[in-house]
């Protein structure tokens, strides 16, 4: 499953006035007014599945209430052109009258949302219910960047709670209407690496950490350390249990996202800082599939510099090759996002309009030097490796 996808960002930021703004990354890079374009850029491509769904903040009204305006003339218009979505149903944030991630209302609620969707597109088959779980939490309620902008444990593992059990909510809820739908669930792969032996008990325990949205989601049982941190920050017996006994596991593909920040430097004072690149996609990748045995699918990866993009491209493709080679059942890989984006060099968090060079195509929907690397590989090597053929595709 060769793919791309949509930016759709859409955390609020605090401004340095003390104002709060809804970032909306589909806004910013022009997805409104180029969305038929864009679509016709992906087939260019090659490529049939695309990452993407409907602004979740602008489409779910209140309580029953939805705006099918624009997923209507999307959701069609990819029908007609044979591109495959793959359903991103929440990316970083929710609507206003939700608040925030903290709200306990918000599984619930995003479930009914969930259901309305998938009942109103019957057609659909691949689902995001919840994108980067990890990430979502700890850039919201641990360091304090978006929507509810916390800093604290019990915040972030309010947040985790909330956004892992609205994830398997919305997968009951899209099974109730469609048996057979596939949930690829993309959260961002990492490792942790101690500067110096002192370290290593902190590097350990982030470690541990990066697996706890994806454990409660698959119902995986964590670690002593782990269960003491949830039930220490507020988490109960009874909801921990919750997901053990309501996982949807078996509809899911574990989608993987790699970026050369993913891999950070454990510090004595216990904070991080990226090492680049040391194990790569390859490793990691090999850990969570021991971890959970299920089907991967890369979902994401880019790089900040157009120059270096195909060949990272190339190496990213070759890590995921070699893990399919070597017997991980690996079924996609996903080059993200289909343009350039706008501030996500400072993680949404300025809002300055610094075009980021990630794209297969810039935004003037010129393409880069990754978008035809990017098109090279899908036709070398789409008949070699099973796409549409793949029984995932056809059984569902």
């Keep these: 499953m060769f793919a791309t996808g949509i930016e759709n960002s859409y955390p609020t930021i605090q401004l340095p006035d003390g104002s709060t703004k809804r ?25 049939e599945f695309l990452r993407f769904g409907p602004p979740y903040y602008k489409t779910h009204l209140g309580p029953g209430r939805y705006d099918w305006e624009f997923s209507d003339l999307t959701f069609h218009k990819l029908k007609k052109m044979g591109i495959a979505p793959i359903v991103d149903l929440c990316h970083f944030g929710v609507p206003d009258w939700i608040g925030s991630f903290q709200n306990r209302d918000f599984p619930r609620l995003f479930a009914e949302y969930a259901g309305a969707l998938a009942a109103r597109y019957p057609w659909l088959k691949f689902f995001t219910p919840i994108n980067e779980i990890m990430i979502a939490a ?27 059990k609205a994830n398997v909510l919305a997968m009951h809820s899209i099974l109730q209407v469609h048996p057979k739908a596939i949930f690829i669930l993309s959260e961002a792969s990492e490792f942790n690496h101690p500067i110096n032996p002192s370290c290593t008990p902190a590097a350990y325990a982030y470690n541990q950490r990066r697996f706890l949205s994806l454990d409660l989601t698959f119902g995986h049982p964590v670690s002593f350390d782990m269960y003491e941190f949830l039930m220490d920050n507020g988490m109960k017996r009874e909801e921990y249990h919750w997901f053990c006994n309501n996982h949807r596991k078996q509809h899911c593909i574990m989608g993987t996202d790699y970026y050369e920040m993913n891999e950070q430097l454990v510090l004595s004072d216990r904070s991080t800082t990226p090492s ?57 890989f996903t080059y993200y996002s289909l343009t350039d984006q706008v501030d996500w060099d400072s993680a949404l968090v300025g809002d300055n309009g610094n075009v980021n060079p990630l794209g297969l195509y810039d935004l003037n929907r010129k393409i880069r030097p990754a978008g035809e690397t990017y098109r090279e590989i899908i036709r070398e090597w789409r008949d070699i490796l099973p796409t549409q053929s793949h029984s995932l595709y056809l059984n569902c």
């Excluded at 641990?142 to 709670?161: P, T, Y």
């Excluded at 699918?297 to 070699?322: C, G, Q, V």
């Design 23 to 47: 970032v909306d990354e589909m806004e910013k890079c022009g997805f409104y007014r180029h969305w038929e374009e864009d679509f016709h850029l992906v087939r260019e491509l090659g490529i």
């Design 138 to 164: 700890r850039f919201s309620a641990s360091f304090g960047w978006w929507n509810e902008r916390l800093k604290d444990d019990r915040s972030f593992v309010n947040a985790l709670h909330n956004l892992a």
């Design 276 to 332: 680049g690149e040391i194990f790569g996609y390859y490793v990691i990748t090999h850990q969570y599939f021991d971890r959970y045995h299920l089907p991967v699918m890369h979902t994401e990866t880019n790089l900040p510099d157009a120059e270096r993009a195909p060949s990272w491209i190339r190496k990213e493709w070759a890590n995921a090759h070699r893990l399919r080679e070597d017997g991980v059942p690996l079924v996609g």
